[in-house]
Nanobody, 116 residues
Framework: QVHVVESGGGLVQAGGSLRLSCAASGRFVSSYTMGWFRQAPGKEREFVAAINWSGSSTRYADSVKGRFSISRDNATNMVYLQMSSLKPEDTAVYYC?????????WGQGTQVTVSS
């Protein structure tokens, strides 16, 4: 069983930065693709960023390219989402996930609120 726990959310002013952390536990978790989705009030959950097992490949939603950076540390089974130049429209609950062969495990989410 894989468990994923997010942390690091909070309130930040527009233009500020925040780093989200995701702790993953379970067998072979370092082999999983890891990533982040977010869900704003009244909207569907949307993809934010993903990183492959080795960290050699990353993907980003167009809306966050150049502002967000995803990274991982397989020695500690941690994944990070560094968010910069935050905008009010980045306000959402951010969910971390671990994916292996299409089976996805989700965390419970962490709230990020960006004030204007």
């Amino acid at each position: 069983q894989v468990h994923v726990v997010e942390s690091g959310g909070g309130l930040v002013q527009a233009g500020g930065s925040l780093r989200l952390s995701c702790a993953a536990s379970g067998r072979f978790v370092s082999s999983y693709t890891m990533g982040w989705f977010r869900q704003a009030p009244g909207k569907e959950r949307e993809f934010v960023a993903a990183i492959n097992w080795s960290g050699s490949s990353t993907r980003y939603a167009d809306s966050v390219k150049g502002r967000f950076s995803i990274s991982r540390d397989n020695a500690t089974n941690m994944v990070y989402l560094q968010m910069s130049s935050l905008k009010p429209e980045d306000t959402a609950v951010y969910y971390c996930y671990a994916d292996l062969n299409g089976i996805r495990h989700w965390g419970q989410g962490t709230q990020v609120t960006v004030s204007s």
